[in-house]
Nanobody, 123 residues
Framework: VQLQASGGGLVQVGDSLRLSCTVS????????MGWFRQAPGKEREFVAA????????NYADSVKGRFTISRDNAKNALYLQLSSLKPEDTAVYYC?????????????????WGQGTQVTVSS
C-alpha cells in the first residue's frame, strides 16, 4: 500500500488549505485513517482520524473546530480541510492507514504512511 499526500503550501495566518491523500489500492473497508504532523525539532503528533465508515471522527484539541477530516472510500482518498490557520500549524503533514477500524489517535495503530506534505503558515 502506498499513500501520496498533496495540497500543502505557504499560506497566511487565517487562510485555508485542503490536503488530499490517495491510496495506491483499495483500503480495507475496516481500516481507519488519520493525519499526523511533525514540526521541526518536535515529535510527530496526532491531528485527526476517521473511522472506516466515516461515522466517527477524532481531533486533537489544538485543531478542533478548525480542521475537518473526511474520506471517500470509492476514490481511495482521505482529506483534511484546514481553516483559520495559525503559525503553530506549520509542519509536515502525513496521512496514514490504521490496522484498526476506529478513529485512533495512537501512532502505533498505523502501519502505512505517506511521504508528507509541507504546510507553512506565515504571519
Amino acid at each position: 500500500v502506498q499513500l501520496q499526500a498533496s495540497g500543502g503550501g505557504l499560506v497566511q495566518v487565517g487562510d485555508s488549505l485542503r490536503l488530499s491523500c490517495t491510496v495506491s489500492r483499495r483500503t480495507s473497508s475496516n481500516n481507519g485513517m488519520g493525519w499526523f504532523r511533525q514540526a521541526p525539532g518536535k515529535e510527530r503528533e496526532f491531528v485527526a482520524a476517521i473511522s472506516w465508515n466515516g461515522q466517527y471522527l477524532n481531533y486533537a484539541d489544538s485543531v478542533k473546530g478548525r480542521f475537518t477530516i473526511s474520506r471517500d472510500n470509492a476514490k481511495n482518498a482521505l482529506y483534511l480541510q484546514l481553516s483559520s490557520l495559525k503559525p503553530e500549524d506549520t509542519a509536515v503533514y502525513y496521512c496514514a492507514v490504521s490496522r484498526k477500524s476506529v478513529a485512533s489517535n495512537n501512532k502505533s495503530d498505523y502501519n502505512y504512511w505517506g511521504q508528507g506534505t509541507q504546510v507553512t503558515v506565515s504571519s
